[in-house]
């Protein structure tokens, strides 16, 4: 079986002349393909290859792509805002005007936020393509966990699903099996009504027969049953296929409703009514399951 869930998470991390980066990559049951990214200021030049990276591994699902960064050792230094540090110290000789304070110490002013910078080394384009092909290399790594996680939750609902189809052909069966005793109740319900309205006259057997088979054929089935047990093996054959087809489950539990439903419009027989009703709230839980394969 080789069911595909659109649910999992997974994470990758990365380091490279004194970057290091972490990558988190989320996915959840979609129409389409919808892929969301966050990235750090002036990374934006990875999105598309990271677009084409996630078209690549996954057909449908609705994708949040993340991307943090930090910088150590000897990429960072720090620079003093001269224009904040001129402020502070205004601010101070503004203070100091009529009032005994102390002189600022140079620690005490460089904690004042704002005045303190961390900047980022300038960085070479070798440097740039080299941290850019590691980040990648991550991102590729955390594509592949994710990949694995929705195989896996696919492999936990592929039986969850199996199961959904045996009992919507178990109860297509129970309904054959009432539906091939409908002319015989439906024979004999008409002949209590007609005797109890013409009041123990006779009516000719002919014409009896001809009533029995015009509703029979109004109240016939069995086209309906046979197109549910056709829809339940097919459901099966996708279920077994190695490609995505989380679409084809989707208009095939739609078939499966129209069958039901139309099944108990025809019916005139209560326990028959009964055995729709329950085809319709299993055919439900199918597709339920089935918006979350891809």
Known sequence: MAVVSMTGFARAEGAEDGLSWRWEAKSVNGRGLDVRLRLPPGLDRLEPGIRERVAARFSRGSFNIALATATSGPGRHYAVNRQALDAVLALVTELSQGAKLAPPQADGVLRVPGV????????????????????????????????????????????TLIGHLDRIGTLAADARALAAAQPQALKEKLTRQIAEIAGGAGVSPERIAQEVALLAGKADVREELDRLTAHVSQGR?????????????DFLSQELNREANTLCSKSSDLA???????????????????????
């Open 116 to 159: 303190l910078e961390a900047a980022e080394a300038e960085e070479t384009d070798d440097e740039r393509q080299r941290r850019d092909r590691g980040m990648m290399a991550s991102l590729d790594e955390a594509l592949v966990a994710l990949a694995a996680t929705r195989a896996a939750e696919g492999e936990r609902l592929g039986p």
């Open 272 to 294: 028959l009514t009964r055995i729709g009703l329950e085809l319709k709230a299993g055919i439900e839980q199918f597709r339920e399951q089935v918006q979350n394969i891809e």
């Open 237 to 249: 054959d996708l279920l077994a296929a190695k490609e995505p087809v989380g679409r084809r489950l």
